[in-house]
């Protein structure tokens, strides 16, 4: 990234900063991942990563002060054919076969793009140019002589060019003739002043605005997805935009940067400027999606929640405000716990069943039998007509349960924070005739989980999942560790979704919520990137020293660091091996900082990979060598050796 603190490097885990040079970065090219070309105040260079994995700087610029009293900025940097071209206000330099050519602006260039290979010119005055040959050729002249401040172009197939304007529409440009053209985007970007512009996968334009932050439309125009800042943006002002093939668009706004996934299947819902708190729980009925929050029960249109609009769809039902902890739907109606008591939502309003505050779950136990889970212990309902009556609190099970997962016909489930988990049986009238207490310190990791599916009973935590085995009546560990879903800010505690229907789940996450669309699950997902060795250190208590491929060094830095990273991929997990020194390869794990103390001197070579779902990525390794001390070199067995041999004769002769 070309910055004003000089050029940025970020994996997607930490950030590295080069600077050989005065003045703000203004622009970048990168050749490949070892070369790079930049473009800054009064200066322009290439970047040579060398052994140690670190940037080298060498100036291109000819010359040493500004020329006419003009301080150039180099705001566009681009590969052509055989050249590098960079681009200032007042000049194009290219370089080839270490030769600099200066091409001076008709008056001065507004702005400079490069498309499809392409390199563009847009003058203040002139017309859009195109350097072609080592030349600036005309393409048109602006109509009525006025600078149409050309922020973004794009080529269509068929050889048209389409024009983005800052706040003049779009324009086309074909055999010769320019000419408006009116889509769904245009009165949004004239309205809101577009600064920079990209174009992703052949089929989407994204238009970065001064004033209402990023617009994606088809090639039709047409609005697909629109982020602001009452979506979760620090501010409006998007100055600069690129996008990257694993599907991030990288955004440098007014003041930073932000980064959007926009191939994820997960969308997130953040209380800004609606209001509707932290999302608890959620229900799908026909076009009504219900939203229970720490603040009350709202409502809202399942369309009107497109990312492309603005309103905000969230109203709150009336009366229901306060703590909502659970929606179920049962049979045709959807149940709301509230903290408030239990309550059945009909035509979209609240209608009272019970008063009993804090219901934290619910579950359908039989088509006429319902079991709540209050603040303190279990309520039990029966069906009668249409509408569900209490009919007694279940004995001696106490406690907040928040779940309750029902076994077989007899058999139940509780959890109960900082308590446990009850697995009791029941009679015929629901009375617990035998019950197990189960303490959540047998099971590594925090925030157990209970849920069934096709093997029976689980338990998961952050770390691990365990199977109940009916024969032994223990808990079995079938996994070591758990591939949970990459949720950002997610709601400490869930970690299964809420299936809303067979498509969306509902993630409950700190100050909003999120929906995740349902994927056919992938054995492979595809790698991006390659993984990279980031650091590679040798230590000692006073000193530090860079490692290379193939680096020797002294017995005295018998300790080394490594850190390495798959860039810019989600829930990556690494394994590695050092050869020389460990049995086996390690576990896998998140970890991408591993150390080795006081190794002996000999030949290591370290072997990394990773891991994303059931991928498994190439292995990479780094080799080094650590000399032996002096006194256990071949030389100092050979003195050893010669000593002892003088000292026998020595004392041979004597006797």
Known sequence: MASENGLLEFDGKKWNRFRDYKGYTRSLFLANDSTIYTGADMDFGIWRKNKFQKFDYQSLYPYNRKIGGVN?????????QNQIVFVSHQNLYQYSNK????????VRFFESFQVKGRIFLADEKK?????????LVLLFSYPNDKNLEISGIYIEQNGTIIIVTRSSGIYTFQNGKLQTVTLEISPEIIKNKVFSFTYFDEKYWAFGTILNGLYITDHQGKIIQHLNK??????????????QKNGKIWMGLDYG????DIKNNVTYFYNTNTNFGTGYTAALEGDSFYLGTNQGLYNASWNAMDNNIDINPFRIINGAEGQVWTLQKVGNTILCGHDRGLFEIENGQLKKIYNEPGVMSILSYSDDILLTGNYNGISIFKKEGNSWKFVKKMKVILGAINQIVKENNRTLWVNIPNYGFIRFVMDAQFNPISKTIINPKIFKGYFPYLFKDHLGIHILTNKSEYLYNNTTHQFDLIKKQVYLKNINNRFTGFYLPIALNSE???????????LEKTIKQKKNYPFYSELLFRKSQAFNNQETKDLYRGSEVPYRFNNVKFSFVHPHEAAM?????????SEDWSNFSEQNEIEFLGLREGNYILFVKAKKGEQISSVKSFSFTINAPWYRTYWS???????????????????
Request: proline share 4%.
């Open 573 to 581: 997990q690494y394994q590695y091996y050092l050869k020389g020194f």
């Open 504 to 514: 969306y789940g509902f993630y409950s996450i700190h100050n909003g919520f999120a």
């Open 127 to 135: 017309g859009l140019y195109e350097y072609v040959n080592n030349q």
């Open 72 to 80: 150039e900025e180099f705001w566009g940097t681009y590969a052509y």
């Open 257 to 260: 940067l932000s980064c959007s």
């Open 99 to 106: 030769k600099i050519t200066k091409i001076p602006a008709p």
């Open 230 to 243: 009452d979506k979760g943006m620090p501010n409006n002002t998007i100055l600069s935009l690129h996008y």
């Open 637 to 655: 067995y050979l003195f050893y050796f010669l000593l002892f041999y003088a000292t026998y004769v020595i004392l041979k002769k004597t006797h």
